[in-house]
């Protein structure tokens, strides 16, 4: 008499046949499509596919405002070389060895922080070349040449600026405050004045020249002055607080409506 068969003796049925059939095929699919994932992960660093410019700039600002300056330069030293022709990466630059000077000098290490300040106004320089209108790149190397302390230089670069880059308020009033600074009252005055004769609805113009008067106490001129800067534009900053100061009323901007 036959025994009765164990389920493991037992004959597979037709179900479990194809169900077997299918695990192994999915597996097969599964360790293929490993394979491959694993084959393109490989193939895609064997290219080197690296971070964007973009992306190392973002790192680069970001260790710059963190304080941490060489980490700074290295990231942005890394975006110009991924693109050399970028004004603002030479700009920024620029501003990374002028924070390693002062670091420099706060270490005592003087020799140091004159060779940093040669490297920022080597690129400062190199951005005005790429970009003349780049008046913050201009203004940056004249504030690193004073540092060096080689202010006929510094005054050089300010009328470079007035006589190349074009005669702008802008220009003139960058002018006006290196002559003022070196004891150049008249030649400051006269830049001033050239400032607001090229751009009489510039309300800043308005307010540095009349902030320059008020330096040199020139009353009448400075609330004139101030009082049209106010009327172009209400929200000029510091013009309505020196005005108070003065004792004076703020100007009407519109006119007054009809009854």
């Given at each position: 008499m036959e025994g009765i068969r164990t389920d493991s003796e037992s004959s597979p049925t037709p179900e479990l046949i194809e169900f077997g059939r299918t695990a192994r095929d999915f597996a097969g699919k599964i360790v293929f499509g490993m394979g491959f994932l694993l084959m393109t992960a490989g193939f895609v660093g064997t290219i080197g596919c690296g971070p964007s410019f973009r992306y190392v700039r973002y790192e680069a600002v970001r260790a710059l405002n963190e304080g941490d300056h060489v980490i700074a330069r290295e990231r942005f030293e890394q975006?110009?070389?991924?693109?050399?022709?970028?004004?603002?990466?030479?700009?920024?630059?620029?501003?990374?060895?002028?924070?390693?000077?002062?670091?420099?000098?706060?270490?005592?290490?003087?020799?140091?922080?004159?060779?940093?300040?040669?490297?920022?106004i080597n690129y400062y320089?190199?951005?005005?070349?790429?970009?003349?209108?780049?008046?913050?790149?201009?203004?940056?190397?004249?504030?690193?040449?004073?540092?060096?302390?080689?202010?006929?230089?510094?005054?050089?670069?300010?009328?470079?600026?007035?006589?190349?880059?074009?005669?702008?308020?802008?220009?003139?009033m960058f002018l006006a405050r290196e002559l003022e600074e070196r004891g150049d009252y008249d030649g400051a005055l006269l830049r001033f004045r050239q400032a607001v004769a090229m751009e009489r609805d510039n309300a800043r113009a308005h307010a540095e020249f009349a902030r320059f008067l008020h330096r040199h106490n020139r009353r009448e001129m400075t609330i004139r002055h101030l009082r049209i800067a106010y009327k172009l534009n209400p929200f000029e900053p510091g013009v309505a607080d020196l005005l108070t100061d003065l004792h004076q009323p703020l100007p009407r901007t519109t006119e007054p409506r009809e009854p």
């Amino acid at each position: 008499m036959e025994g009765i068969r164990t389920d493991s003796e037992s004959s597979p049925t037709p179900e479990l046949i194809e169900f077997g059939r299918t695990a192994r095929d999915f597996a097969g699919k599964i360790v293929f499509g490993m394979g491959f994932l694993l084959m393109t992960a490989g193939f895609v660093g064997t290219i080197g596919c690296g971070p964007s410019f973009r992306y190392v700039r973002y790192e680069a600002v970001r260790a710059l405002n963190e304080g941490d300056h060489v980490i700074a330069r290295e990231r942005f030293e890394q975006a110009y070389r991924m693109k050399p022709g970028d004004t603002q990466t030479l700009y920024d630059l620029g501003n990374v060895h002028l924070y390693l000077a002062r670091d420099r000098a706060e270490t005592g290490n003087g020799p140091a922080a004159m060779r940093e300040l040669d490297r920022s106004i080597n690129y400062y320089s190199r951005a005005v070349e790429a970009h003349p209108g780049f008046v913050d790149a201009l203004r940056a190397k004249n504030h690193a040449l004073e540092l060096k302390g080689q202010y006929d230089d510094a005054l050089d670069t300010a009328v470079w600026a007035t006589a190349f880059v074009g005669p702008r308020a802008t220009e003139q009033m960058f002018l006006a405050r290196e002559l003022e600074e070196r004891g150049d009252y008249d030649g400051a005055l006269l830049r001033f004045r050239q400032a607001v004769a090229m751009e009489r609805d510039n309300a800043r113009a308005h307010a540095e020249f009349a902030r320059f008067l008020h330096r040199h106490n020139r009353r009448e001129m400075t609330i004139r002055h101030l009082r049209i800067a106010y009327k172009l534009n209400p929200f000029e900053p510091g013009v309505a607080d020196l005005l108070t100061d003065l004792h004076q009323p703020l100007p009407r901007t519109t006119e007054p409506r009809e009854p």
